[in-house]
């Protein structure tokens, strides 16, 4: 018997293809880790969805929204499959607030439109 679990594909985020720990989603409807978009948007610099490649507006560089059901979902499907070896750590956090957004903005030179 094959004891590997397949993972439910919407569970993954589509940057880091790992089970997504605090799910968030963007404007365009797209989900991901909240760490995986954050680093996508901040440190590397970019402005669009990595999916979808649409420009994303300032406001979505504040607007992550938390997918609550989806990160339930998840944890569900954890829990139910521990005696596989699926672990599952919350380790959701509060979004990033504007100030601190300015301000990475402003040191990573991000010109975005308002």
């Known amino acids: 018997m094959d004891n ?3 993972v439910p594909p919407f569970f993954l985020c589509p940057i880091s293809l790992e089970i997504m720990k605090d799910p968030v989603t963007v404007s365009t409807g797209i989900t991901y880790d909240r760490e995986s978009i954050e680093t996508w948007l901040f440190s590397d ?8 490649k649409q420009q994303l507006s300032s406001s979505d560089f504040s607007d992550l929204i ?4 989806l990160g ?10 521990a005696s596989h070896g699926i672990e599952r750590i919350s380790t959701s956090k509060p979004p990033v607030n504007k100030n601190k957004i300015s301000k990475l903005l402003k040191d990573e030179d991000i010109d975005v439109e308002a």
């Open 4 to 6: 590997e679990i397949d």
């Open 45 to 52: 610099k970019n402005k669009t969805c990595s999916v979808t």
């Open 66 to 69: 938390p997918n609550h059901t």
């Open 72 to 81: 339930g979902l998840i944890h569900l499907w954890c829990t139910i499959n």
